[in-house]
């Protein structure tokens, strides 16, 4: 299971990338935020996103 961190002010946007993970079976933790300084809060996990995962930055090198 991959952690996401979409930052997206369009919640249309927010709903299609929802419906294409499901769509494409990706079983994702995906949280949201809707601006860049939310962004940073949520990286830091600053309050209120303190108690929130840190979404997955790393990649699998085994995936080439």
């Not at 927010?14 to 949201?32: D, P, S, Y």
């Amino acid at each position: 299971e991959f952690r996401v961190l979409l930052v997206e002010d369009n919640e249309h946007y927010v709903h299609l990338t929802q419906r294409a993970f499901e769509k494409a079976k990706v079983t994702a933790n995906l949280h949201h935020v809707d601006n860049g300084k939310k962004c940073l809060g949520f990286l830091r996990r600053e309050p209120p996103y303190s108690t929130v995962p840190v979404p997955d930055v790393s990649k699998n090198r085994n995936t080439y």
